[in-house]
């Protein structure tokens, strides 16, 4: 616990004096004052996180962390568990949705093991952190011990900090696990206290008998450990996934590091929900890509205060939405950076002070 608590005694607030140069340099673009919307704030974000004027946006990584859950023994998913590591080899080969996504927007993605249930074949672009063989079934008792759930905070804070030293400007986070919208709704429940029924979807396509059974099964499963929500490690031994946990400690690494982390979806949102109930200066650090079709990840954002950069019915995870949100964060900071000024371009600055709405452009 001690490297927990230091790294998220690292987080400060984001400078506020570089936000406000921002938004001056932003005000005195060649266009209407704000009418780049959320681009403009995206933009205020970031540099108040890296306390830059002009960042750069150049060294661009996903981490795609993968996992089994032993709560898949309950029938709550529509896939077998061996799908996991299908999937992984997947993303080594360059086959899934994250790689073509990740290479449209110029990010290499870093694929993890920290708890598939088999020993996977060695890979240069594979990184190996496994916790253990997936978590226990959850419905029979915890998920995974205390010490297990703080070695797979660690486990990602390692992972960021060793990527790190290669450099990164923007990171994202992803997963990839079958079981893992269960964990992932538990959690959610544990820490909004809303009733399981309003936090928990389909996952992978579940009917209503299934969905049913998953509810009932997230049920049985707090009522039997009794998650502590005034302790987020408690709740993650217990109720968690090993790549929950350890996105926790990417996303707290992150931001004591100065660095902007874009969330992708459910599992991700679990794992940002759990990071701000550890550090919740952690919230100014996130960059919400998107809002699931799960149903409790709209919980989790509302919960944290973080509002999507937007809404396209994702629900595959691996970091894809975090990889789209990279690149609008990548367009924001181009405006900023490349676009002219009234004063460069010798454009009368009294256009800047016209309405946005139902503008006719410059």
Not at 276 to 303: N, Q, T, W
Request: hydrophobic share 40%.
């Amino acid at each position: 616990m001690d490297r927990i608590r230091k790294v998220a005694a690292n987080i400060s607030g984001i400078d506020p004096l570089i936000i406000k140069k921002t938004q001056e340099r932003l005000d005195n673009l060649t266009k209407p004052l704000g009418s780049l919307g959320r681009l403009e704030e995206l933009a205020r974000q970031i540099c108040g996180i890296t306390g830059k004027e002009s960042p750069l946006l150049r060294n661009k990584v996903i981490f795609t962390l993968a996992s089994d859950h032993g709560v898949t023994e309950e029938g709550v998913s529509a896939y077998p568990k061996e799908v996991t590591s299908q999937m992984v080899y997947n993303f080594l080969s360059g086959g899934a949705g994250i790689n073509v996504l990740a290479n449209h927007v110029g990010a290499r993605v870093v694929v993890v093991d920290i708890g598939v249930s088999s020993d996977l074949k060695p890979s240069p672009q594979l990184v190996i952190k496994k916790i253990n063989y997936g978590t226990k079934n959850m419905a029979k008792g915890p998920a995974m011990t205390r010490d297990e759930a703080v070695k797979a905070i660690c486990a990602g804070i390692e992972i960021f900090e060793d990527e790190f030293k290669a450099g990164i400007d923007i990171a994202g986070t992803g997963d990839m696990g079958i079981g893992n919208t269960t964990a992932a709704s538990a959690i959610t429940a544990c820490f909004t206290n809303r009733p399981v029924e309003e936090i928990t979807g389909r996952g992978t396509g579940l009917n209503d008998t299934g969905l049913k059974n998953k509810i009932d099964i997230i049920k049985k499963s707090i009522a039997l450990n009794k998650p502590d929500s005034s302790d987020p490690v408690d709740v993650l031994s217990k109720i968690g996934g090993f790549e929950i946990a350890g996105l926790v400690g990417i996303i707290l690494a992150g931001a004591s590091k100065k660095v902007p982390v874009v969330i992708d979806g459910f599992i991700s949102g679990a794992a940002a929900l759990t990071a701000f109930r550890i550090e919740p200066k952690v919230k100014d650090y996130m960059i919400a890509g998107h809002c699931s079709v799960e149903i409790g990840h709209k919980v989790i954002l509302e919960h944290i205060g973080l509002k999507p950069l937007f809404d396209l019915d994702l629900r595959l995870g691996e970091g894809t939405g975090a990889a789209l949100g990279i690149g609008l964060a990548d367009a924001a900071i181009k405006i900023l950076t490349e676009m002219a000024t009234f004063k460069s371009a010798k454009v009368s600055a009294s256009l800047s002070s016209r309405a946005t709405e139902g503008s006719r452009g410059i």
